[in-house]
């Protein structure tokens, strides 16, 4: 019976083939015969390993930044009327302090969601260039292969998961960051200890957008939110909307040079 993964990582052109060709003979001078240390496959469940470490620690830094109590609520009611926002401090000084509190959240995850990012880039790069339906192991039996490609693919799957959750999390911060700022510009040119200008305000937006846009990083995080075909296509094991080529072309770009 065929795998649910067997066109997962092919490319266009290895999908367009005839299925009844003849494998072509292994070329034992290609790189990864050569290579004096993992086979690539190996290397490649090392590399999900390295993932796996750094993820549990950071699933308990989602957990606990609790991303969805700062989530701003949009109903049918706010095209009609004014409601109150739940999010409203009261005081410039309160607002002031909510909007360090998000901040330090933001700041907190984006460079731990970068190093995993990093990882699954050069996890589905490796597994991409190197894992075909023709991989051949010296030390491994093709059931062993079979296996190992396909508890990779659910780790790959498992991480895109991560990465999304992390996605939301930060999407949620800063569309709260936003939210705060819309607060804060009531208070230009009030007066008294309520008093902020609009200069300040201006900066605030500034540092806000270098910093969710991913410039302050080098990392653009809202590629790995995802809609609902692509969680029901990643629980299914399978990713429908595009192949895994077009997938890392635009997961290289993520990196902001």
Known sequence: ???LYDDLFEDNEKKNKPT????????????RFQETGKESLDEILTLIKQFSSKAEPFSQLLTRTRAIDHEVEKGILDFFLIAK?????????KERKYYGMLQTKFEAII????????????????????????????EKTDKQ????????INHINIQRKILADAATS?????????NT???????????????????????????RISLTSGQLHQFDYSFFKMNLLDKTAIAMGVYL????????DKLSTVFIR
């Open 20 to 31: 009844d060709h003849k494998p072509e003979p292994i070329n034992l001078d290609n790189d």
């Open 85 to 93: 926002d739940k999010h409203d401090q009261g005081t410039l000084a």
């Open 181 to 207: 700022e819309n607060r804060l510009r009531t208070y230009i040119d009030a007066g008294g200890i309520n008093n902020i200008s609009s200069s300040e305000c201006e900066i605030l937006a500034q540092k």
């Open 145 to 152: 292969i079979q296996s190992d490609k396909e508890i990779a």
């Open 241 to 248: 909307k595009e192949t895994t080529s077009q997938y890392l």
């Open 1 to 3: 019976m065929p795998s």
């Open 111 to 138: 460079p731990l969601m970068r190093d995993l990012g990093s990882i699954h880039l050069e996890t589905i790069k490796q597994f991409n260039r190197d894992i075909d339906k023709d991989y051949y192991s010296i």
């Open 170 to 178: 930060l999407a949620i911060l800063e569309e709260a960051l936003s």
